[in-house]
């Protein structure tokens, strides 16, 4: 299976400062279509994980302007360019391009400062 | 709007049986591929398995640490996704989340529903 390595694991940020979050597949994640499957969800305490961004780089509806992916073949980022107090969470990178099996980065844990 | 409702978990001896449901409104059930995601307490994710759509063959496909324990099934009358687990271990206590497949991930996911394997 292909391993997702999310780092830091921890990421302490003061409010209004941007935040990255990266994670490193095992394996390339361009698929032989050509795309890129590379998901990132927000899990806020208590709550279900919420996709932010899929293939890379594109933002779910409702998703605020200030979450932004990046990366390609085996790194990826996730940028918020200014933190609020609502984006306190675990955030999860995903593979979904090697089947059958789609895993998961550790998370990363984001709190205020 | 999407809705995706777990339920049927509760507290099962090691050895025991679960079905667990996931409710689904809001889309095309019949279509749609489905997967199941666990969250032991504390812990990360962890994809389970899914199920491809009416259209697609209804086949699916499970992780490792389940393959041979758990059965995903659907029932378009009733809109509803279902998770049969088996032969359950210590170790499979998580919360159960449904989530419907969309662009590569899983983009709608219900608020899930926590088994816990303990004699």
């Known amino acids: 299976d292909v391993v997702m390595t999310q780092s830091p694991l921890s990421l302490p940020v003061t409010l209004g400062q941007p935040a990255s979050i990266s994670c490193r597949s095992s394996q390339s994640l361009v698929h032989s279509d050509g795309n890129t499957y590379l998901n990132w969800f927000q899990q806020r305490p208590g709550q279900s994980p919420r996709r932010l961004i899929y293939?890379?780089?594109n933002r779910d509806s409702g998703v605020p302007d200030r979450f932004s992916g990046s990366g390609s073949g085996t790194y990826f980022t996730l940028k918020i360019s200014r933190v609020e107090a609502e984006d306190v969470g675990v955030y999860y990178c995903?593979?979904?391009?090697?089947?059958?099996?789609?895993?998961f980065g550790q998370g990363t844990k984001v709190e205020i400062k | 709007e999407v809705q995706l409702v777990e339920s049927g978990g509760g507290l099962v001896k090691p050895g025991g049986s679960l079905r667990l449901s996931c409710a689904a409104s809001g889309f095309t059930f019949s279509n749609a591929w489905m997967s199941w995601v666990r969250q032991p307490p504390g812990k990360g994710l962890e994809w389970v398995g899914r199920?491809?759509?009416?259209?697609?063959?209804?086949?699916?496909d499970y992780a490792a640490p389940v393959k041979g324990r758990v059965t995903i099934s659907r029932d378009e009358s009733k809109n509803t996704l279902y998770l049969q687990m088996n032969s359950l271990k210590i170790e499979d206590t998580a919360v159960y989340y449904c989530a419907w497949e969309l662009l590569g991930g899983l983009g709608y996911w219900g608020q899930g529903t926590l088994v816990t394997v303990s004699s």
């Open positions: 293939k890379v780089s």
């Open positions: 995903m593979q979904g391009t090697h089947w059958p099996t789609w895993t």
């Open positions: 199920i491809k759509g009416k259209t697609d063959g209804g086949t699916t």
